[in-house]
Structures are given as structure tokens and as C-alpha cells.
């Protein structure tokens, strides 16, 4: 998933990974959505594999969002954000796979990420 978040953040729409190859990720059936009484209604799709080298890789989908949530510990008027502790993992990768972040800022100042405006 962070590579999903990441690729789409990045503005790559797909890439090929070896994560999932012979899994239920890979051959489809995975249950997306149930119904109120517990059978599943959707199901996830077969994925496409390829072969580089010897080696089976699946494609995943890059993740794009239309708005991403997100905590940073500073921030400016500019969407520039700092991430602090733990936050610095994935929300970095979150803020960047949304068309529009919105994010709860404790305090302005110094940035790790700067904004598009």
C-alpha cells in the first residue's frame, strides 16, 4: 500500500512488483464488498503478471486520491509541512496522492514538504 501511495503521489499510474505473485492479490477472488447478509458481492479482479529475468511480478495500480487527510506538525500558509515521530512514514506519501490535502497542522514553521501553491 505505501508503494501504491507513493507511485501515485509521484504521478506514476502503474508499476510492476513481485509482492503478491501466487497469492489471491494475483489470481483474483479477493472480497471487496459484502451485502448485509455477509455474502461477498464484489470481488477483486485477476491481476496482470509479467516475467523480467526469471522472475513473476504482478501490476499494481498506483494510488490517486481526490483529497488526502492528513496530521504534520508544522506547517505554513503556503502548504509547506514538516512531519514529526511516526508521521513522517506515511504521510508524506498520503498528502502527495491527493489532488487536494487537507491537513491539521499543530504548529507553523520549518517544512519537509513543500506545497504547490
Known amino acids: 500500500m505505501a508503494e501504491r501511495l507513493r507511485a501515485g503521489g509521484a504521478g506514476i499510474p502503474a508499476f510492476f512488483t513481485p509482492t503478491g505473485y501466487g497469492t489471491v492479490i494475483q489470481e483474483g477472488g479477493s472480497p471487496i464488498k459484502y451485502n448485509s447478509t455477509g455474502e461477498v ?58 489532488k487536494i490535502c487537507i491537513a491539521e497542522v499543530v504548529e507553523p514553521d520549518s517544512i519537509h514538504l513543500p506545497g504547490k501553491s
Open 41 to 98: 458481492v464484489i470481488e477483486s479482479e485477476p491481476r496482470e503478471t509479467r516475467e523480467y529475468n526469471g522472475k513473476n511480478y504482478v501490476l499494481e495500480e498506483g494510488i490517486f486520491a481526490d483529497y488526502s487527510i492528513i496530521k504534520a506538525w508544522k506547517g505554513d500558509k503556503n502548504g509547506n509541512l514538516v512531519f514529526r515521530a511516526t508521521a513522517r512514514n506515511f504521510n508524506p506519501d498520503c498528502a502527495r496522492a491527493g
